[in-house]
């Protein structure tokens, strides 16, 4: 059952930057906690990665495996990776859920990862720890013995998750792409990036972020604002981010 989760999670990140039509989604409550959850539809994605694959690997177990699940996140990862985790990694990973939607014949793979904050200073840790602790999972082994695709790097997409900046209190909302941390990134992914494109393949990327009264002041011109201001949402796509990163800074004050 373990491996078969990995195998999840591997495929998740195979497609986290590229691939996959990626919604970051934000409720901010009057009594100061969030809940925030990364979701990726990797329909599109598996569609052709399923061309891909040889049929060897098309024929295992896991890839006739139809799924609508969730499970804590601390449980689906390896022992590997949960022996090495500190306890405020391990209390992270046990307040989130990962929630897979599956059916790989079919082409359909939405994963969701979600957390409940109780207040700024816990969404601020989760926001600047989780891409570290799934960037330790190594999950490379998984793509060399598992579902090795030739020009897809699993470990070059995780380390991309980290080239943010946030700053967040009970009035405040700041994210700002570190540029230097997102070019290398673009380095180490650029033949995925470069297939997911030459694939014609569509990389959409929206943030919603939803509050309980309110915000006074968004920086960000492409942001939507709704007309009672307890909305804002930043919708673009990965050519649009990689011609400009500045594009996802967000600096919201509420």
């Known amino acids: 059952m373990r491996k078969a989760y990995v195998l999840i999670l591997f495929l998740a990140v195979v497609c986290l930057s590229s691939c996959v039509d990626v919604e970051e989604h934000y409720d901010f409550k009057a009594d100061g906690s969030c809940k925030v959850a990364y979701t990726f539809d990797m329909g599109k994605a598996m569609s052709v990665l399923m061309n891909l694959m040889p049929d060897s690997i098309k024929a295992t177990p896991q890839f006739s495996m139809i799924k609508d699940t969730t499970l804590n996140f601390y449980s689906a990862m390896p022992d590997s990776t949960q022996q090495k985790m500190t306890l405020e990694q391990t209390n992270l990973a046990k307040s989130s859920n990962l929630s897979v939607r599956m059916n790989l014949p079919k082409s359909e793979m939405k994963v969701s990862i979600s957390?409940?904050?109780?207040?700024?200073?816990?969404?601020?840790?989760?926001?600047?720890?989780?891409?570290?602790?799934?960037?330790?999972?190594?999950?490379?082994?998984?793509?060399?013995?598992?579902?090795?695709?030739?020009?897809?790097?699993?470990?070059?997409?995780?380390?991309?998750?980290?080239?943010?900046?946030?700053?967040?209190?009970?009035?405040?909302?700041?994210?700002i792409i570190d540029k230097a941390k997102f070019n290398a990134f673009l380095k180490k992914a650029q033949s995925t990036l470069s297939m997911a494109k030459a694939m014609l393949i569509d990389m959409p990327y929206k943030v919603v972020l939803n509050f309980a009264k309110p915000v006074k002041k968004v920086n960000n011109p492409k942001a939507l604002v709704s007309a009672d201001r307890k909305r804002v949402i930043l919708q673009t796509n990965m050519d649009e981010i990689i011609k400009d990163p500045s594009v996802m800074n967000l600096k919201i004050d509420f």
């Open 115 to 175: 957390h409940q904050a109780k207040d700024a200073a816990d969404l601020q840790y989760y926001l600047r720890n989780i891409s570290k602790i799934e960037s330790e999972s190594n999950l490379n082994s998984v793509s060399k013995n598992k579902s090795e695709v030739k020009g897809f790097d699993a470990q070059q997409l995780i380390s991309g998750q980290d080239y943010y900046a946030y700053e967040v209190t009970p009035h405040k909302f700041y994210r």
